[in-house]
C-alpha cells in the first residue's frame, strides 16, 4: 500500500483508549498487496471497523509489519522523545557506563549486546514498566524489583527531563499496545465474538504487561579495512531475529532506511539480499511487528517475521521499539476456541476437544486448525532471551522449541525454572545458569 498526502491539515482527534493525537489527511491506495514490495500501511483512525480488523489480519498473517497512522500519539511528543533520545547518547561515554546494565538487571545502558551470538554495532537503553507499576517511586526502590531487574536513568544535571519525556511515551505506547493487542485478536475471529479466555488474557496484559521501551543508536559503520559491506553477514546493526514478545511498536528515522524484514520467510538463515525488503518509514508513522508470543497465541495464524538491521557507512540512525510483554507469569498457548483440541496436560484444565469456547458464534470464525503449540511460559523465555543478549550460553530459545512436534528440553526446563524463580527479584544469570544453559535434555 503506498501513502498519498493531501496537504497539512490536521484536526485535532482522540479516541476511547485516551490517546490523544493528530489526524492527518493520508489516504491508504488500497492497489498494492501483501505480495508487494512494501511492507502494508494501516490508518488506526479508519471508521470502517471492519476493513481495519481485515487489514490488521493480513498484515499480521503475511508480512507481519505495517505501518500505522494516525496512531494518536502526539507529534510534539515523538519530536520530544527524539531529542531527548539523541541527549542521551551524546552524553560522555563514561556517564553511560555508570548506568551499564549487568547480569543481575537486564535494564540500563549497553554496547555489547548479542543477537543470534553475534555482538550488535550499536548503543542502546532499555527502561521497562516498574514492579510497582508506580512511576512515582524511586526508581531503586525496593518495591520496583522484578524479574527484569530496575530502570536507571541519569541524572536531571546530566540530561534534563529524559525521564519524563521517557516516561510519558511509555505510557503512551502501553495504550496504544492494548488498544491493538485488542483489535489483533478480533483479526483473528473476523468477527466480534465474546470469548472468556481472551478477554481474560487482554485484561492481564493490560494490568500485568511487563514491557520495555528500549532507545538504540547506530553510529556509522564503515567498510574499509574490515572487508565487509552493510547487509554482509560481517557488519550489521542488528542480526536477523524475531521479536520475543506480543507486538512491538517502533519508531525510526525517517531519513536513515536500515531496517529490513524478511519477505514471507520463515527460514532463520537467509543469505540472499533479495528476500530482504526495506521499511521506508512514512513521516509520523510507528511501524509495528507481530511477536512470538502472538504467534503462539494465534495457533501460527500471526507471523512473528524474521528482521534485521543494516549499517551505514556515513548515517548515524536512531530508533525506539517499545515491546509490548505478558506478565512473567503468563502461560502463553494458543486461544482455545480457535484450535481444534487443546492439551489437558500442558494447560492443566479439561481437554476441549470440539472447540465450543466461542459459544454459538463458533461457526462464523477463521476456519480451526489443530494445535501447533506447547504452552510458553514468558518469564523463562524472556529470562532465556536476556541471557543469550548478555552471554554466550550456547543456546538461542525459539518458538519452534514449543511445537508440538519439537523434542526440545525446554519445556521441561520452564516447569524447573518456575519452581526456581521470583518474579518479584531481579533476574541473576549465573543463579539460574544450571537450568538456562544446557540444551541437554533433563533428567527427571
Known sequence: MTPKHNGDDRESSSDSNGLMG???SWKVDDTDDATGNEIPIIDLSNPNRSQLIEQLYEACSTWGFF?????????HLLTSFRHA????????????????????????????ELTKRKRDWKEAIDVGAPGSRDWNLPDDDVQNA???GYNQFPSGDECPNFRDVIVEYFQQCSKLSSHLARLMTLALSG?????EEIEMFLERMEAEHTSYLRMNYYPPCSTEGNNHKPGSSGALGISPHRDAGFLTILLQDDDCHSLQVARFEDDDDIEDDDKWVTVHPVPDSLTINTGDMAMI??????RAPLHRVLTDPEKKRYSAPFFYNPGYNELIAPFACFCK?????????????????????????????????????????????FAGDLTDLGVEIQTSHYKMESKSSHIEKQRRFL????????FDVERYRHVLASAEDIQT
Open 22 to 24: 493528530y489526524r492527518k
Open 67 to 75: 505501518q500505522l497512522i494516525n496512531h494518536g500519539i502526539p507529534s
Open 85 to 112: 533520545m539523541c541527549n542521551f547518547f551524546a552524553l560522555p561515554y563514561d556517564v553511560k557506563l555508570q548506568l551499564k546494565r549487568h547480569a543481575k538487571n537486564a535494564r540500563g545502558y549497553f554496547d555489547d
Open 146 to 148: 522484578c524479574l527484569d
Open 191 to 195: 468477527i466480534e465474538i465474546n470469548d
Open 297 to 302: 497465541c494465534s495457533n501460527g495464524r500471526f
Open 341 to 385: 483440541e487443546v492439551i489437558a496436560e500442558d494447560l492443566g484444565e479439561p481437554s476441549n476437544n470440539d472447540a465450543t469456547g466461542c459459544d454459538d458464534e463458533t461457526n462464523n470464525i477463521r476456519e480451526l486448525q489443530a494445535l501447533k503449540y506447547h504452552p510458553c511460559l514468558w518469564g523463562y523465555f524472556r529470562a532465556l532471551r
Open 419 to 426: 519452581e526456581l524463580v521470583n518474579f518479584e527479584e531481579p
